[in-house]
């Protein structure tokens, strides 16, 4: 257009082009508007401009106006490129089919025909797409406009991009306005660049004023690329403002106007209808297609309503869309069909095809926190089959709760079990439920297996004790992630506010409340199976919901790298108890003494590399130690490790759900448990944490001890204790029973039934040294006999002696220049050196108070001196005591019918070993009968008129594994049978009359209740 210099219409062009320059919407729009005044001429320059400054709305606006005044064919076009420019493909399509009829020029049909092609694009018909630019490049070529095929060029990489096809960097100049932003973000998004896109409408909505007209716009967009980055918390906050921004009519427009939306939005509605589980509307409006997302659509309406064949086929057909994001779902939705059709081996097969596209689609992005957020969002084939076992649970009830356990189970990593662990399918319930029988038969009553798994949109808990509770939380794999990513990187050096906000923050997310309400009544332990994020939870220190205490106080926490390995390292702990413990500061030492002790202490200060696992160490003294050579060490004699340094239970993600890192190189390297920290705490908490550890070991399980002695600095906040877990076998680390381990509970150094009797034979003069020696050997517990004061008047005195001297474990004679001219003491050392002689082991011993010639028999034995006479016999005691037990005949004397065989039965917890005959040939029904007839075992023992007592169970042993009570025959390998004692204490729930009993916590009955009642029921079985 000509237009004459210095008259009102070039100012006014001029002005609008200059602001055009300057970016200047609102000074072109008037400048435009004044200049259309003079000539209409300018409109189209006008629109144009306007769509080019990215104005969208007001360039719509602006050509409506000027179209209201008459029929500009150049300017219904410029209009047909606005729509689609502001994605109103529909109204865009319709113009051009429209202006088609009319006679155009060869650069208007060129571009209605790239306006024809998106809209194409937006339905997915792809073939009609490259019809479209094929015809726009000749009308361009014609039109002698070589300049605009660049546009062309750059359309073709879009479209080949949303066909999933992987293509180059899209380059072009830094976008200036809203407009641009949202272009150039549509074009990285098809690109499946959905990081980039989405940081730069973040820089768009932080940097510029977003008009009315391109809000709603703007924030589908960014709504969109935080769904395509699996940040879906986020974008459901985003959706108020994004229906205020689309406005209540066009919100309720949407239900009424579904019968006049293009075939791929009605699609989307009946998809819509059909995950309301309306399916009857939803397949009313389905009708005839032959899309694939028809058939997508197609195929999850026969899902729903139960048509597996029917559904698979329609599966099949969508996945070969060639939409990446399209055929990854129709994989993914085909496995599920063939998982509830009972084919897990083809249902993995898609599942692990369909997350390999998520994976291809992870690989555009540059940034490695956006590829770890895709993949996690992405289901796999684990969360295929927890997904699929959870649709039978609700389909079936809880008889399929074994399967859910069985597919958890299969997510969570072996790589630490010896043996495989063939897992029954999780389809299959009967061999499901023997195989959770058979790995759980062990599991104490007070004590549950908790295990998690996350799927992308749901958490899923499974509470395994004497039944099985499944409890779901809704939350998305985004939010979980990156609460545990915020708590990991905290430091101590921060705030413990934040790390309290945070655990708080966390407790909400994985719904603790409901998990604590599920657990089964008088449970007190919790032994936790969690793998990927989950596994660097610190339990301990979440808030218990109603109250203002922590889990790692109120329950007995340990964790497991899967549920498989409970029974291998129970097994394992077995064979590694005792209660010898070793610190070690020095690596030398550690590497030199490891295999000598069960209970091993690390002293030692921990650097972990989040980065470079390979750089996190163990400082010790003399050395540092790395996690490889750590790994290399022997811990098979060790069953509970304490790695005492800071930050040695962080782990690194290794695969999808196992950490590597210093506690799974000691558990590897053939350690039972690990208790370890997970970040840095200060010494002296550490210390009393330790501290009380040990010393709770001696008297409780491993993860009971832990808690009471989190308990001790309870009062602290959880950054100075929360760092501390068990991981690992949960079981008792002291070789002593539970009877034992009962009384050592109540402070009593050591239990009755191990307390050691020494007779003290002395001469009259000699008194004061036997008194000293007494005096000494109380002090260290052992309980020392002198005959003046042990025999009351008018007892028969040979009787008194010659029980005293059966019932005792050690004869000490004082032998002095008194001793020969008394007659007792000869008799005495003599029944002692026969009872030796009978029993096959030390029993008698000499302390010499000076030079005085022993007798002949007794004249080649070692003596030993007064000063350390009391600590050399509590050294013997213990010897003994790890070698052999005080072996006795059966209280009750056998009645043979038919050949028999003698067994020893030891006893830890009595401290005794009993021989007992019983039949050649037995089941282990049989060998329990004969046992328990031939030992006299109680089951129950009773005081004050039966209002409190303890109950009593039994379980043999042959070589650490459980002997069953059942009707299979026993191969007995060795004539020892190991028997432990399991107690029970009950009282009253009423009056003293009433005879209705219920358990008693195990600090119900004071020391003196459980020393009477446990003494008057094995009293017949004691030394």
Not at 786 to 810: F, K, R, W
Not at 947 to 965: K, S, V
């Amino acid at each position: 257009m000509q237009i004459e210099p210095g008259t009102p219409l070039a100012d006014a062009v001029k002005a609008a082009r200059s602001a055009a320059l300057r970016g200047n919407v609102l000074g072109v729009d008037l400048a435009y508007a004044k200049a259309a005044k003079i000539s209409p001429l300018v409109a189209h320059d006008h629109c144009a401009t306007l769509l080019n400054l990215g104005a969208v709305a007001r360039a719509a606006q602006r050509c409506d106006e000027y179209l209201s005044a008459g029929n500009d064919i150049t300017l219904r076009v410029l209009r047909a490129q606005i729509r689609s420019a502001a994605t109103d493909h529909v109204a865009a399509e319709r113009d051009v089919r429209a202006l088609r009829k009319l006679k155009l020029t060869e650069l208007e049909q060129a571009r209605l025909a790239r306006v024809a092609a998106l809209a194409a694009a937006d339905r997915y018909d792809y073939p009609t797409a490259e019809s479209e630019l094929d015809a726009a490049e000749r009308h361009f070529r014609r039109a002698g406009r070589p300049e605009q095929l660049e546009h062309i060029g750059r359309d073709r990489v879009l479209l080949d991009v949303r066909r999933g096809t992987r293509v180059t960097k899209i380059g072009g100049q830094a976008p200036r306005n809203p407009a641009d932003f949202l272009r150039r973000a549509a074009a990285l998004r098809r690109e499946v660049r959905y990081e980039e896109a989405l940081a730069l409408m973040t820089r768009c909505l932080t940097s510029y004023q977003i008009e009315a007209a391109l809000r709603f716009a703007v924030l589908y967009e960014l709504t969109v690329l935080l769904v395509m980055t699996r940040q879906a918390g986020a974008a459901r906050r985003l959706f108020p403002l994004l229906v205020a921004a689309a406005g209540p009519e066009v919100i309720a427009q949407l239900p009424d106007a579904t019968q006049t939306l293009r075939p791929e939005r009605r699609l989307s509605h009946v998809r819509r209808l059909i995950a309301e589980d309306e399916l009857l509307k939803a397949e009313g409006m389905l009708g005839e297609g032959n899309s694939p997302l028809w058939h997508l659509t197609a195929a999850e309406l026969a899902y729903a309503q139960g048509r597996l064949e029917q559904a698979a086929r329609h599966f099949e057909v969508a996945s070969r869309s060639g939409h990446a994001e399209l055929t990854a779902l129709a994989l993914r939705k085909l496995g599920d069909t063939f998982a509830d059709a009972g084919h897990e081996d083809l249902a993995a097969q898609h599942w692990a095809e369909s997350h390999r596209i998520e994976e291809n689609s992870a690989d555009h992005h540059d940034g490695p926190s956006g590829k770890l957020r895709m993949l996690r969002a992405a289901p796999d084939e684990h969360d295929g089959r927890v997904r699929a076992a959870v649709r039978r649970v609700r389909r079936d009830g809880r008889k399929a709760l074994a399967g859910l356990v069985v597919a958890v189970e299969a997510a969570r990593g072996a790589a630490i079990l010896t043996e495989p662990r063939n897992l029954p399918s999780f389809a299959d319930l009967p061999a499901s439920r023997r195989w959770l029988a058979r790995t759980t038969r062990r599991l104490p009553k007070d004590q549950v297996v908790w295990m998690m798994h996350a799927t992308p949109d749901q958490l899923h808990h499974v509470i395994i004790g004497r039944g099985i509770t499944h409890v779901t939380t809704d939350v998305h794999i985004g939010d979980l992630t990156d609460t545990i990513r915020r708590l990991k990187s905290w430091k101590p050096k921060y705030d413990n506010a934040i790390l309290g906000t945070l655990l708080g923050e966390l407790a909400r997310l994985i719904a603790l409340d409901d998990v604590i309400e599920a657990l089964p009544p008088k449970v007190t332990r919790i032994a936790v199976v969690a793998g990927d994020v989950l596994a660097d939870v610190p339990l301990a220190g979440l808030p218990v919901p109603g109250t203002n205490r922590h889990l790692g106080v109120t329950h007995a926490l340990s964790s497991l790298p899967c549920l498989s390995a409970l029974r291998p390292l129970h097994r394992r702990s077995r064979g590694q108890r005792g209660d010898e413990t070793a610190l070690f500061r020095k690596a030398a030492e550690l590497q030199r003494n490891l295999g000598r002790f069960p209970r091993v202490r690390i002293d030692a200060h921990g650097t972990n590399d989040r980065m470079n696992p390979g750089q996190s160490w163990l400082e010790f003294r003399d050395d540092r130690m790395s996690v490889e050579a750590l790994g290399k060490l022997d811990f098979s004699a060790c069953g509970t490790v304490v790695l005492g340094a800071c930050e040695s239970g962080m782990t690194q993600q290794r695969g999808h759900d196992e950490g590597a890192g210093f506690v799974r190189a000691a558990i590897s390297a053939g350690a039972a448990s690990v208790v370890a920290a997970r970040w840095r705490t200060g010494d002296e908490v550490t210390r009393k944490v330790l501290d009380a550890f040990d010393r709770h070991l001696a008297k409780l399980p491993r993860d009971r001890a832990l808690q009471h002695a989190l308990r001790e600095v309870a009062d602290r906040h959880p950054a100075d204790w929360a760092c501390w877990s068990l991981h690992g076998d949960a079981g008792v680390q002291t070789s002593a029973g539970p009877l034992r381990r009962r009384l050592r509970k109540n402070g009593d150094p050591v239990p009755l039934e191990t307390r050691p009797k020494v007779f003290l034979s002395f001469a009259g003069k000699d008194r004061p040294h036997a008194e000293q020696l007494r005096a000494e050997l109380e002090a260290r517990n052992v309980n020392a006999y002198l005959d003046e004061n042990e025999i009351a008047p008018g007892d028969n005195v040979m009787a008194a002696i010659d029980e005293a001297l059966a019932t005792s474990d050690y004869y000490v004679l004082l032998w002095s220049a008194n001793t020969p001219h008394r007659e007792w003491v000869a008799k005495e050392w003599t029944g002692a050196f026969n009872l030796e002689m009978t029993r096959r082991r030390a029993f008698l011993f000499i302390v010499r108070l000076d030079e005085e010639p022993l007798p002949a028999l007794l004249a080649p034995r070692k003596h030993i001196d007064l000063v350390d006479a009391a600590d050399r016999l509590v050294a013997i005691w213990r010897s003994d005591r790890k070698s052999e037990l005080p072996v006795f005949p059966q209280p009750v004397p056998p009645t043979p019918d038919g050949p028999t065989v003698a067994i020893s039965v030891r006893s830890h917890d009595l401290g005794t070993t009993h021989v007992v005959m019983t039949p050649l040939h037995l089941t282990g029904a049989a060998l329990y009968r004969s046992v328990f007839d031939a030992m006299q075992l109680p089951t129950e023992q009773a005081t004050f008129d039966g209002a409190i007592g303890m109950r009593f169970t039994y379980e043999l042993y042959q070589q650490n594994e459980p002997i069953p009570d059942d009707q299979s025959t026993v191969e007995l390998t060795s004539d020892v049978v190991d028997i432990a004692v399991r107690v029970e204490s009950y009282g009253p729930r009423g009056s003293q009359g009433n005879k209705e009993f219920r358990p008693l916590p195990e600090e119900g009955l004071d020391v003196d209740q459980q020393r009477m009642l446990l003494v008057n029921a094995f009293r017949h079985l004691l030394p």
